[in-house]
């Protein structure tokens, strides 16, 4: 089973910041936080992960609880391109099985 | 490179048939991966290696079998297609280290009648 929660849908004005938030209260110290996005039809895409600390690549920004238990996607300056599915993702320690979630359906209005 | 390669890219088949789903990937990856999605939702894992010569179960196996030929080539079997099989299918392979990222493969959309 999914060990995220996200919400199904939120919409952002192009230009503006977009934060998509994730649960994952289950999270052991050694499991990594990841995210993907899937774009229309296409397979997912990789965009960034975390384990504690604040990470930061040329698409999004993460930021990780303290606790771990959740977390937040940033997209700085979201455009029409951003619309898309974000899976927010858990793997689970010790395997290989990357269980997706519902995901998140990001609109992007301009 | 090429990346994650499936093939077919469409297919239909009748209920009973079978049929195997290709996947390769040039990346020298260890693990792969097999999805399912269903119209509206999100991925489901259907089976995994770990590496070449082991598979493992993932959510929703039942119907289902493969083969991790070799490193680079992992297929998806369906003996006897069923319409609750039809879905959009997605390969995938990972890279090595802790932090393992997923590289998909564009899908195969499959329909059973």
């Known amino acids: 089973d999914a060990k995220t929660t996200q919400p199904p849908s939120m919409d952002c004005a192009e230009g503006r910041a977009a934060n998509l938030p994730c649960n994952h209260s289950?999270?052991?110290?050694?499991?990594?936080v990841y995210w993907y996005r899937q774009i229309h039809s296409q397979g997912p895409q990789y965009i960034i992960h975390?384990?504690?600390n604040n990470e930061t690549n040329e698409m999004a920004s993460l930021i990780i609880t303290e606790d771990r238990k959740s977390s937040t996607l940033i997209l700085p300056h979201a455009t029409l391109r951003d619309t898309a599915v974000y899976y927010c993702?858990?793997?689970?320690?010790?395997?290989?099985?990357?269980?997706f979630g519902t995901g998140t359906r990001l609109k992007v209005l301009a | 490179n090429a990346g994650v390669t499936q093939t077919p890219k469409f297919q239909v088949l009748k209920t009973g048939q079978s049929m195997t789903l290709q996947c390769a990937q040039d990346?020298?990856?260890?693990?792969m991966y097999w999805y399912r999605q269903d119209p509206g939702m999100g991925l489901r894992l259907i089976y995994y290696?770990?590496?070449?010569?082991?598979?493992d179960k993932g959510e929703v196996p039942n119907g289902y079998n493969v083969s991790r030929l070799n490193k680079r080539e992992f297929s998806l079997r369906l003996e006897s297609a069923a319409p609750s099989q039809t879905s959009v299918y997605f390969c995938?392979?990972?890279?090595?280290?802790?932090?393992?990222?997923?590289?998909f493969g564009s899908g195969t959309q499959l329909s059973v009648l």
């Open positions: 993702i858990v793997r689970e320690w010790g395997t290989y099985k990357y269980i």
């Open positions: 290696s770990a590496s070449e010569g082991t598979t």
């Open positions: 289950t999270i052991s110290g050694n499991e990594y």
């Open positions: 995938a392979s990972s890279d090595e280290g802790a932090y393992e990222k997923l590289f």
């Open positions: 975390g384990l504690k």
């Open positions: 990346m020298n990856h260890n693990s």
